[in-house]
């Protein structure tokens, strides 16, 4: 190869690398132009074009069902005698609550326990020191069976409360009212809700001149029913000649809270 071919071979590879080089720092220059606009945005909130609105609503109904529990304590000095007294005591309330139309799925029993209960024997102290007290001793044993029950007919709520009561139960308690199907209403509190934020949406979109373009996220933070509920205390409530209370039923209601965040434009 002469001088004059080689130094033409030198001068198009020159001009190929320089070529390269241009094109490499154009897209460094790109990639740090980028960089350099991203930052920006860091540290501040991406979704600048949304609105954020709540809403609520609310439905009331009268409740349909009624419940309440109710205990039996019994005891004796062994535990057969103690459990025996106890099935006694227990088959009879639940016998009486099935004849006055309960059904057999809304009677459940949601405890039953057979405990050693224990005594230490009296000491007189007549003397100084007074003795010490003796070893414990074992007294008898208790049987406790508690019975949760469902009223589907909450006119009759007063009725059983009286009536297990009167039939040996020894602590009756907790009576609530609810809904036994409130899905309906429920959905209708949340189409209340979604109808508040939507017309909340719609007043802040005027009042700051900008478009609702569509929903982003959505969510219900409530859709929750409030019962009412009475109590009553330990020690049975009624005896043989026992009047039957009045039981108020009242109303329920249910509550839904959403949240619902619009794009706009």
């Known amino acids: 190869m002469d001088d004059q071919s080689f130094s ?8 190929i690398l320089g070529a390269f080089l241009v094109i490499l720092s154009f897209l460094a220059a790109a990639k740090l132009a980028s960089e350099i606009k991203s930052y920006g945005f860091i540290g501040t909130d991406a979704r600048l074009d949304t609105i954020t609105v709540s809403g609520e609503g609310e439905t009331f109904a009268i409740p349909d069902i009624a419940e309440f529990s109710f205990s039996v304590h019994k005891e004796a000095k062994t535990v057969p005698d ?3 007294q106890s099935a006694e005591a227990i088959n009879a309330i639940t016998s009486y609550l ?24 009296e000491i007189r102290c007549i003397t100084y020191p007074c003795p010490q007290p003796g070893t414990r001793e074992l007294a008898s044993y208790e049987v406790y069976q508690s019975i949760q029950v469902k009223v589907r007919d909450t006119d009759k709520a007063g009725e059983f409360l009286s009536g297990v009561g009167e039939r040996g139960a ?26 508040d934020a939507r017309e909340k949406a719609a007043k802040l979109s005027k009042e700051l001149d900008v478009r609702l373009v569509r929903v982003v996220s959505f969510n219900e933070s409530g859709n929750f029913p409030i019962y009412d509920s009475y109590a009553f205390g330990k020690g049975g409530i009624a005896s043989p000649a026992s009047v039957v209370p009045d039981i108020p039923v009242g109303e329920n209601k249910i509550i839904s809270n959403v949240t619902i965040t619009y794009q706009i434009k």
């Open 8 to 15: 033409y071979d030198k001068r198009k590879a020159f001009k």
């Open 82 to 84: 103690a459990q025996s």
């Open 98 to 121: 099935r004849e006055g139309g309960i059904e057999e799925r809304d009677i459940k029993t949601v405890s039953y326990s057979v405990n050693p209960r224990y005594e230490y024997p």
């Open 170 to 195: 020894t602590d009756v308690s907790g009576i609530t009212f609810s809904i036994d199907d409130d899905e309906a209403l429920q959905e209708e509190a949340r189409n209340m809700a979604i109808k």
